[in-house]
């Protein structure tokens, strides 16, 4: 019953510090999603994978990068965070030739001081 | 103007009691629309898509209209299970990945 998996679930970091969000699905799904979570506002994409060895900018790239790792796994990696990417993280996936994703991740709450 | 907009609520209705969202997007060119849900501090989790003709699932049922580009939920018989908060999501007609997400509205049903 795994479904999408990420890692961390909580992270506190400072300022220019590093860090790779992980994300793993056991679902065969072949398309995977970043998104962040800021109150008052949407879920906002932040990359996209539509299938292993491709991924795409979404709405929010900017200070991001990705890694579609295998068929399993989508990382997000914060190369210096800033107080700006304070925010819930969410991944998620979805099968083929469905537009919207189908499952989330339980999101990983972020800060940055 | 925001490309999804919805009423962020709180709606507070009494179990039993029907209670319909409505949502409004700008992007005339969308062609697929959903509804999910999500609970306080957790994931969203999709309901159901919406389609030209309308639609039901259970207590659940979606309707669009294209003209006046909005989309409807209506709920009846309303659960305490039900308190949550409704996201409305329209994709921009452009691909895959192109989906807007709006803020959601918060039901709040009471005993």
């Known amino acids: 019953n795994a479904g999408v998996t990420q890692t961390p679930k909580f992270q506190v970091l400072k300022t220019g510090q590093s860090m790779t969000l992980q994300c793993a699905q056991d679902?065969?799904?072949?398309?995977m999603y970043w998104y962040r979570q800021d109150p008052g506002m949407g879920l906002r994409l932040i990359y996209y994978?539509?299938?292993?060895?491709?991924?795409d900018k979404g709405e929010v790239p900017n200070g991001y990068n990705v890694s579609r790792l295998n068929k399993r796994e989508f990382s997000l990696r914060l190369e210096s965070a800033a107080p700006s990417q304070t925010s819930v993280y969410f991944c998620?996936?979805?099968?083929?030739?469905?537009?919207?994703?189908?499952?989330f991740g339980d999101g990983t709450r972020l800060s940055i001081l | 103007r925001k490309e999804v907009e919805q009423d962020p609520g709180p709606f507070n209705v009494p179990e039993g009691a029907t209670v319909a969202f409505n949502c409004t997007y700008s992007?005339?060119?969308?062609?697929?629309f959903f509804w999910y849900r999500q609970d306080c501090r957790k994931e969203p989790k999709l309901l159901m898509s919406?389609?030209?003709s309308g639609n039901e699932d259970g207590r659940f049922t979606a309707q669009l209209n294209r003209a006046s580009q909005y989309i409807s939920l209506l709920i009846r018989d309303s659960k305490l299970s039900d308190s949550a908060t409704y996201l409305c999501?329209?994709?921009?007609?452009?691909?895959?990945?192109?989906?807007?997400f709006g803020s959601g509205t918060r039901l709040q049903v009471q005993p």
């Open positions: 998620a996936s979805s099968s083929e030739g469905q537009v919207q994703p189908q499952h």
């Open positions: 994978s539509a299938s292993e060895g491709t991924t």
């Open positions: 679902m065969n799904h072949n398309s």
């Open positions: 992007n005339s060119a969308s062609q697929s």
């Open positions: 999501v329209v994709n921009k007609g452009t691909g895959r990945r192109a989906l807007t």
């Open positions: 919406v389609y030209s």
